[in-house]
């Protein structure tokens, strides 16, 4: 069984201009001028290649379906996460900054932001050059370049697409404003394992910022048997599951949402289920607090030698 907080639990603990998310990590640390106030802020994670971007936009244009104000930032080098809400690369912050040698002043609001479909706003945080720099600066220069322009004032829900697996604080920063992770999976070995570290980066993260839990969604999985068994030994809890479907992969190389692509019945279930996503975690999704394992036992719980 899953164990949940009180609203206790959630307040978020008093900051100190020194702290340690984790025993002996050395993390990058949330300036509280760049926190994110009055939306609601979730944080999508999992396997690199496990179908985030896909989820966080499609997730994106349920929650704008509803009727919010949705900004999706993507947090990626690759800067694709927006590419089928605006149809095309965007440019990143880090590119727009360094053309005018990090003088925020000099931006405009449509250097950066572009309106995607069905109003989705959308920002590309981008990264530094291969092998130098920190993802967490990024993503703190770009929340500090929202917050200059007012961003986040008319917006309802900011949605953080992340980088494959939490390898290091640099990636684990969006969980610094967050107030729910949801963690991409799918039924095999690979991806629970991910989701297995992704949950341990999170609860470190939990120890010192408001972010907790929600659950994982399925994705390109026939079934969740595997995805299921995890849940039940750790406290996790599956909130949507996406079949694998040739249309969602046909989406992508189209540049639209599934919420574009010609309608069949298969894809109006898949449509649906993202409404209801969306609606489950706008409502307020249960604060989970699951107990990952350690990775020689989660070897052995999947049956592998």
């Not at 609001?109 to 050059?129: I, L």
């Not at 570290?197 to 907790?212: E, F, L, T």
């Not at 969602?248 to 649906?272: D, G, N, W, Y």
Request: aromatic share 8%.
């Amino acid at each position: 069984m899953h164990t949940v907080l009180s609203n206790d639990d959630l307040i978020q603990l008093p900051r100190k201009d020194i702290r340690t998310d984790g025993e002996g990590s050395v993390q990058v640390h949330l300036d509280p001028a760049t926190k994110i106030d009055g939306a609601k802020v979730f944080a999508v994670y999992g396997k690199g290649g496990i179908g985030k971007s896909t989820t966080s936009s499609n997730l994106s244009v349920a929650f704008s379906k509803l009727g919010k104000r949705v900004l999706q930032i993507g947090c990626d080098p690759k800067h694709d996460s927006t590419f089928t809400l605006t149809k095309r690369l965007m440019p990143t912050v880090i590119d727009v900054l360094n053309e005018v040698d990090f003088h925020t002043e000099e931006l405009r609001t449509e250097d950066f932001v572009y309106e995607g479909y069905n109003g989705v706003m959308c920002v590309e945080a981008g990264g530094p050059p291969a092998g130098t720099g920190c993802g967490g600066y990024v993503v703190g220069q770009t929340v500090k370049l929202l917050k200059e322009h007012h961003l986040l004032e008319d917006t309802d829900v900011v949605i953080f697409d992340v980088l494959g697996d939490v390898v290091c604080g640099g990636f684990a920063a969006p969980l610094q404003h967050a107030e729910r992770a949801v963690i991409v999976t799918a039924n095999d070995f690979d991806s629970i394992f991910a989701m297995n570290r992704i949950v341990s980066a999170i609860q470190a993260k939990s120890k010192n910022y408001a972010v907790r839990l929600a659950g994982c969604v399925a994705n390109r999985s026939a079934g969740t048997d595997e995805i299921d068994r995890f849940n039940e030994a750790t406290g996790l809890q599956r909130l949507a599951h996406f079949p694998d479907l040739d249309a969602i992969r046909r989406s992508r190389l189209k540049k639209r949402t599934l919420f574009e692509m010609e309608c069949t019945p298969e894809l109006e279930a898949v449509q649906q289920e993202y409404l209801k996503l969306a609606a489950q975690l706008w409502a307020g999704s249960v604060a989970l607090d699951p107990q990952p394992m350690r990775d020689r036992d989660l070897f052995d719980f999947l049956g592998f030698d």
